[in-house]
């Protein structure tokens, strides 16, 4: 019997590792356990290679991720299996690696949503660092609809990226938004045509992977941390990093490379 092909693959180009949901016959869904941490373990391995500056994220096909398997939600099967106990146990084991990977990576990371991202798809977008759109996709919290709540953190992060109004409504009402909407309400950075998604992506993760890489990699620390740290612990985390980076190799080679541009300028 042949094996299904991987659910991620990754492609790796000039510091920017890009990782593709890879089953578009499935529209991308979530119907393993495994494949959380198939996913999970991809973005942690990024984070930890000192050669890649940017993530993006993706799918492949007409979808960017479907969500979970509806057939296997009414069957009782998969996640859905077992009792109140294995279910809890396994979104903690499974699903809930994937956020947790996502909101600990040290570099910058970029969703591409290039189709659908209803549910656990959205969620996943959500909590990449930048959202690019391309026009035809849509978002949905579509959980209440199935009669479920968002299990993979989903109702943690869209608050904190749309404010409450606006992330009640879409949980509440379950129905999905197009990307110039996604864009209205901040959820998206842009939105660029179909065709042109993958080049806009590849574009933006190269502006941001020229900079020096451990100079991104405290700044994505920052950025994350100053959420919930007080405007003086947050001091005290600079002071400490920007001492490194100030002794860093890569700080005064890039101060350099800055000087000699301005010359060229004059």
């Not at 393993?32 to 996913?39: H, I, N, P």
């Not at 909101?103 to 959500?126: F, K, Q, R, S």
């Not at 864009?183 to 020096?212: F, Q």
């Not at 007080?230 to 002071?239: G, K």
Request: hydrophobic letters at 45%; glycine letters at 8%.
């Amino acid at each position: 019997m042949a094996c299904s092909p991987a659910f991620v693959r990754r492609d790796d180009n000039d510091g920017v590792a890009t990782l593709s949901l890879n089953h578009p016959d499935t529209l991308n869904r979530f119907s393993d356990g495994s494949q959380f941490l198939e996913l999970a373990g991809h973005i942690r391995r990024a984070s930890a290679d000192p050669s890649v500056r940017v993530l993006v994220i993706t799918g492949t096909g007409k979808a960017f991720c479907a969500g979970g398997d509806l057939r296997q939600m009414a069957e009782r099967e998969g996640f859905s299996a077992g009792d109140v106990a294995q279910v809890q146990a396994r979104y903690r084991e499974t699903v809930h690696q994937l956020p947790v990977a996502l909101a600990e990576a040290d570099i910058p990371t970029i969703a591409a949503v290039n189709g659908p991202a209803y549910g656990a798809g959205c969620d996943l977008a959500c909590f990449c660092d930048i959202r690019i759109a391309a026009q035809s996709a849509r978002f949905s919290v579509s959980f209440a609809r199935l009669g479920i709540v968002a299990g993979d953190g989903g109702a943690w992060m869209l608050p904190r990226l749309i404010g409450r109004s606006k992330a009640m409504e879409l949980a509440f009402t379950a129905e999905p938004i197009d990307a110039q909407e996604a864009w209205r309400i901040g959820l998206v950075s842009e939105v660029t045509a179909d065709d042109a998604l993958a080049a806009r992506t590849s574009e933006m993760a190269r502006r941001i992977a020229r900079h020096p890489a451990g100079a991104l990699r405290m700044h994505k620390r920052l950025l994350r941390d100053a959420e919930q740290h007080t405007l003086a612990t947050h001091l005290d985390v600079v002071a400490a990093f920007q001492a490194i980076a100030h002794a860093s190799d890569e700080h005064v080679r890039a101060v350099r490379d800055v000087i000699g541009g301005l010359r060229q300028q004059r």
